[in-house]
């Protein structure tokens, strides 16, 4: 046993020496060298953000080589083939406005979670990303995010960016009072329950829509006695075909319930008004669904496998045998959603406009910790949220290569180029920084921009813990077991295969064997102080 | 006689049954490839289908990325790890199936404990990026995980020591043969239907592998081999009928996507080529070890 | 006096077959140098199992917070189903596929026709077809509204349709067959190389003393079979703690209702990781996993060398 032991210990530190070796990558000396520039500049009383371009500039002139920034995001095909192309044409602009090359390190959906944290884990240069993937906390628990106020850096040289987004949206971003991240600037509320119908289908069965209001948005107002009355016609209409495509999505697009700090493990019923966790599975609203769902199963509502087949409700819809989904909506969502479903639909609005404590928060943009020079990168991320020549061609490409622009500003497809064959087209427009400082597509409102902030502006219900964040890592075991406990128990609940009476008392009794009440305590302790904290009440 | 004949029978009888059982799922498979997706989504998996499509193949040879670069580059690497593979499996498995070889006992400690313990994700990926960059090289895919493994290297181990008789290695040794010539002269050629078993295995294991592109390969789109690629690709679409919610109007196109079908399509593109190769493969192969044997 | 000589004898007859073995170890080092990067260099990160991961400090410099990480794993009522099920499936597993797979090797390496090469490689493709894939082509035959079996099978006995994922009882059966369905072919390679290693000549001498085929496969074919079948079920000991993700996620479509004959530890591990995404917690996972089953397989190692040594792993 002495032999084995001492052949393990020898065999550990070699190789530990050898990890450690490797880590200890070469750093340059430009992170120091932009802090002196600044340091001097202060000192001077000049404008410190330009002091410090003109030195990297300087610096570029003397070495014939320019700093890099990379930058890293997801798409859905991987690097695109126009990469190097749109690299070198935003580098082009950067080395004039900021003295350094810009990066894009593009990696598919399927990759970019393991990936990106891969990355940041191991020191290589990555020195700004979406948190689109591996998740924001998630990213800030890691330690890999780095503090954006940290000696000013925000206000010094992402001055206009301190301008651009609002100080409550940039709030919402903290973490234990820590701004790790920025949001992207795009729609933060949704539009909660909203019930999709095959237009034919309504036709089909003769049911007439014009009784119903239509909303702000332009959407049918309806109630759910509405919803169960067309669903009855449609049903006797059409009895092949399946009413209701299930998603299980009762609790993020089809209510106002606040998942304070990423879960459904103690919830705000009333987060416009209070502060109070309350477990949402023994709320009335979720009884109300429960024998709704169990009603429409008894009906012969909804598919036997419901529960098994994981195809998406809206490629179901697609698929002709089924004829009604729930959704949540948004601004200019008619065209998406008949795309989605290929079929004309009926838009039918249920709920109200709701925007939860984690809708901004939910990916930020970050600076990892380990960058080598958080001047330069902060003045990247400003550049895309500001700059709309940078932002035009992260979004879109090249003008002319990949797009051209009409007469009113909107972009199409450049000749001869579509989704399939364009060289840059992400497509990810949602997690961009800064959407609306780049053009707008064609068909979509000019100022669909302006339309989405009046969204979010005018949204009905916001949560009064909008950045209320909570590290849950001291309760992950009672995490990974109410995770279990409720798909084991839920999916029959939420999709109306047991009654409720049994359904409701099976789940609760597993989510509080599981450790519910430490949980809930746990984050209302947190909610309380954090409250406290920001004068909230 | 009627004894032998009676088992032959017999033997037929049951892999037919087996087979079928094996291919009948298969069959689904391919079938469902060449259904149209609504109609899957609609009536299901079926063997005759009501509406036959090629949209799925169309959809996966006609997106950016070349599948046939990939079967490329998953045909070299598979050869190049397989051989690879097959000599550090061989000549360690040998050493440690010597039965008075000095350390054998902890040499095969090491082995097995090495089938146990692993350091985890990042710090493998360190040791490959950080120390070796291999990143982004063709390396990164022949490399990490894949080339040697404990339970190949047991494998061979216990057929050395089972099948070669000892005997001969004693009398080879006596006659004054090298180490070496033992090896190549005696060990290798009477060891062939292990080392074809490793060499199918260490293959298969090169061939489906997508996990060291996924994490490896972040910029040269070149280097994805084709289960890497379909694997990707099933991967995207998916997420992104998942996030449908978030797409823009633009990319109407994209949720056009017949998910249900390209999958099962994805399958069979993956394995058609073995199903083909296969026999040419292990003709091939049994001979180049013979070869290899009698060349010493 | 006597110990001394003997001891300076074994010496003398270490460095003589040290001398003897020189190019042994050389055909050796490839491999061991490989064994040592992939296998032991990355291994101090095992140390992340007591820590709690901050990239800020690095790997080595986080902080340690003793077997917090490993709390997620026992505090829990499941903790009893998820290691019942694991352990009794991997033995189910090892049973059934060690019969199986011994069962077609013997067939097909008994077989005189060319089809026997056919046979193997239809046998084996269902091994190369990844567990996403598999999980469709049940769902495509047990689906309630549009499954084969429902549609097709039962109509033709006038059975009733089967609301199969719902009903836990099928589900250690179904689990069961589609890992045996999947490795048969893999595994059964494994035995036909071992019988095509044995002498004919054992096999003729045999036959002229009028042994009969079945004879011949009991009394020779399966005891050489026996050191073989006995170093896999030592391997298979040692990941008797492991089960294979896709099958009881994929599988059963991750259906609620099946938990109680589905859930593994390494399901239960994945239901929270997905969202906590925390290093350290998986570090811990994986660890009592393995040392779960470093422990097994001394035991079994050590109890396989007592009856028969030459069976032993070392």
Redesign the interface.
């Known amino acids: 046993m002495g032999l084995r032991k001492r052949f393990m210990s020898t065999m550990l530190i070699a190789s530990m020496a050898a990890t450690l070796f490797g880590c200890g990558s070469a750093s340059s000396d430009s992170a120091t060298e932009s802090a002196q520039v600044a340091e001097e500049a202060k000192a001077n009383g000049a404008d410190v953000a330009q002091a410090v371009i003109d030195a990297r500039k300087a610096k570029a002139e003397e070495t014939g080589e320019y700093q890099k920034v990379i930058v890293s995001f997801f798409d859905w095909t991987g690097a695109p083939a126009g990469i190097d192309r749109i690299n070198e044409a935003i580098s082009e602009h950067t080395r004039e406005t900021l003295g350094l090359d810009v990066e894009l390190m593009i990696i598919d959906s399927a990759a970019y979670s393991d990936d990106i944290k891969l990355m940041l884990s191991s020191g290589e240069q990555v020195d700004l990303f979406s948190t689109c993937g591996p998740g924001y906390m998630t990213c800030v628990n890691n330690g890999y995010t780095l503090d954006l106020e940290e000696d000013d850096l925000l206000a010094t040289y992402g001055a206009e960016l301190k301008n651009l987004i609002r100080a409550d949206y940039l709030d919402a971003c903290r973490v234990g009072g820590v701004l790790y991240g920025v949001p992207p600037i795009k729609d933060y509320a949704i539009q909660t329950a909203t019930i999709l119908v095959g237009t034919e289908y309504l036709e089909g069965a003769g049911y007439d829509v014009s009784k119903f209001e239509k909303d702000e948005l332009g959407y049918y107002k309806a109630t759910w006695d509405d919803v169960d009355e067309i669903f009855a016609a449609i049903h006797k209409a059409f009895p092949d075909k399946t009413v209701f495509s299930t998603q299980d999505n009762l609790l993020t697009q089809g209510s106002c319930v606040d998942n304070v700090a990423g879960d459904y493990y103690g919830t705000l019923l009333d987060p416009a008004n209070s502060l109070k966790i309350e477990n949402v599975y023994e709320s009335d609203l979720f009884k109300e669904w429960a024998e709704r769902a169990y009603a429409w199963n008894q009906a012969g509502y909804i598919s036997g496998d419901a529960m098994s087949d994981k195809t998406g409700a809206s490629a179901r819809i697609k698929s002709g045998s089924f004829m009604a989904m729930m959704s949540q909506s948004k601004p200019a969502y008619q065209n998406q959603i008949n795309g989605e479903c290929g079929r004309d639909m009926t838009i039918f609005d249920v709920g109200e406009a709701f925007m939860s404590s984690s809708a901004v928060s939910s990916f930020p943009w970050c600076i990892n910790q380990s960058t080598e020079d958080p001047i330069a990168a902060m003045q990247v991320l400003t550049a895309l949220y500001t700059d709309p020549e940078v932002a035009n061609l992260v979004c879109w490409g090249q003008e002319g290569v990949e797009y051209k622009v009409n007469s009113d500003t909107s972009i199409n497809w450049a000749d001869g180029v579509n989704a399939d064959n364009s060289e840059y087209y992400p497509n990810v427009l949602w997690m961009m920084p800064n959407q609306y400082a780049a053009h707008v597509w064609e068909g979509d409102p000019i100022d669909v921009g302006q339309q989405t902030a009046d969204f979010n502006d005018n949204c009905a219900v916001k949560s009064k813990a909008l950045g209320f964040t909570w590290d849950n890592t001291d309760y992950s075991a009672e995490f990974t077991a109410l995770k279990n406990a409720y798909e084991e128990f839920s999916g029959q609940v939420v999709y109306g295969f047991v009654d409720p009476k049994t359904g409701l008392k099976e789940l609760n009794d597993a989510l509080y064997a599981a450790g519910l009440q430490d949980y809930m305590d746990a984050k209302q302790a947190a909610l309380d102080e954090w409250a406290a904290e920001n004068g909230i009440k | 006689m009627k004894d032998e004949k009676k088992f032959q029978i017999f033997a037929h009888v049951v892999l037919i049954i087996l087979s079928l059982l094996a291919i009948l799922p298969m069959i689904l498979m391919l079938m469902s490839s060449f259904t149209d997706n609504d109609v899957l989504i609609a009536e299901g998996y079926k063997f005759i289908p009501s509406k036959l499509s090629t949209y799925a193949y169309e959809y996966i040879f006609n997106t950016g990325n070349s599948v046939i670069r990939a079967y490329g580059v998953s045909v070299v690497l598979t050869t190049v790890g397989t051989c690879l593979s097959l000599a550090i499996t061989t000549m360690l498995a040998y050493a440690i199936s010597i039965k008075d070889l000095p350390g054998k006992k902890w040499i095969t400690f090491a082995i097995v404990f090495s089938m146990l313990f692993n350091g985890g994700l990042v710090p493998t990926y360190m040791v490959y990026t950080n120390i070796f960059n291999l990143k982004n090289t063709f390396f990164a895919l022949l490399f990490p995980g894949l080339m040697m493994n404990a339970f190949n290297i047991m494998l061979m181990k216990s057929y050395f020591v089972s099948s070669i008789p000892s005997e001969i290695l004693d009398a080879a040794y006596i006659d004054g043969a090298s180490q070496t010539m033992t090896f190549f002269k005696i060990v290798v050629p009477l060891s062939k239907p292990i080392m074809a078993t490793v060499a199918l295995f260490a293959g298969i294991g090169y061939w489906n592998d997508w996990m060291n592109g996924y994490i490896y390969i972040t910029k040269r789109t070149e280097l994805y081999s084709v289960q890497n690629l379909l694997n990707r690709m099933m991967q995207n679409i998916q997420f992104l009928s998942q996030s449908s919610s978030n797409v823009q109007n633009a990319n109407a196109g994209l949720s056009a996507i017949p998910l249900a079908s390209v999958r099962m399509a994805m399958a069979t593109v993956g394995i058609l080529p073995i199903i083909i190769m296969y026999p040419f493969v292990q003709k091939y192969f049994v001979k180049g070890i013979t070869l290899g044997g009698v060349k010493g | 006096m006597s110990g001394k000589t003997k001891s300076e004898n074994e010496k003398k007859n270490?460095k003589r077959?040290?001398k003897?073995?020189?190019?042994?170890?050389i055909?050796?080092l490839?491999?061991?140098i490989?064994?040592?990067?992939?296998?032991?260099?990355?291994?101090?990160?095992?140390i992340?199992a007591f820590k709690?991961?901050?990239?800020?400090?690095?790997?080595?410099g986080s902080d340690f917070v003793g077997f917090k990480n490993f709390?997620?794993l026992f505090?829990?009522?499941?903790a009893f189903v998820i290691t019942r099920n694991t352990i009794c499936y991997n033995l189910a597993f090892i049973i059934v596929n060690t019969i199986l797979a011994v069962f077609?090797a013997i067939?097909?390496a008994?077989?005189?026709?060319k089809?026997?090469?056919?046979?193997q490689?239809?046998?084996l493709?269902?091994?190369?077809?990844?567990m996403?894939?598999?999980s469709?082509?049940v769902?495509?035959?047990l689906?309630?509204?549009?499954?084969?079996i429902n549609?097709t099978i039962l109509p033709l006995f006038g059975a009733d349709p089967v609301?199969w994922?719902?009903e836990k009882k099928y589900w250690p059966f179904f689990l069961t067959f589609v890992n045996a369905?999947k490795v048969?072919?893999?595994n059964s390679?494994?035995y036909?190389?071992?019988i095509?290693?044995?002498d004919r000549g054992i096999y003729e001498s045999a036959a002229i003393d009028g042994a009969?085929?079945?004879m011949q496969i009991k009394k020779i074919t399966i005891p050489?079979l026996k050191?073989?079948v006995i170093?896999m079920t030592l391997?298979a000991v040692?990941?008797i703690f492991y089960s294979d993700f896709g099958l009881f996620y994929q599988v059963p479509?991750?259906?609620?209702?099946l938990?109680a004959v589905t859930?593994t530890i390494d399901t239960?591990?994945y239901?929270?990781?997905l969202?906590?995404?925390?290093?350290s917690?998986?570090?811990a996972a994986?660890?009592y996993q393995?040392i779960v089953?470093?422990i097994l397989?001394l035991a079994a190692n050590y109890s396989v060398r007592r009856i028969n040594p030459?069976s032993a792993?070392?």
């Open positions: 270490l077959r040290l003897k073995y020189f190019p042994i170890y055909m050796a490839p491999g061991l490989y064994l040592f990067i992939n296998n032991y260099m990355p291994l101090p990160g095992l992340l709690k991961y901050n990239a800020r400090k690095g790997i080595f709390k997620y505090a829990t009522r499941d077609v067939l097909i008994e077989m005189t026709s089809w026997k090469k056919v046979y490689c239809l046998i493709l269902p091994y190369m077809v990844s996403v894939i598999v469709y082509l769902y495509g035959f689906s309630n509204d549009n499954g084969f549609n609301q994922y719902m369905w048969i072919g893999y390679i494994i036909i190389s071992t095509l290693g044995i009969s085929k079945w050489l050191p073989t170093m391997l040692g990941r479509q991750n259906q609620g209702s938990f859930n239960y591990v239901r929270g990781l969202e906590l995404g925390d290093m917690m998986s570090a994986g660890l393995s089953g470093f397989i030459d792993l070392f």
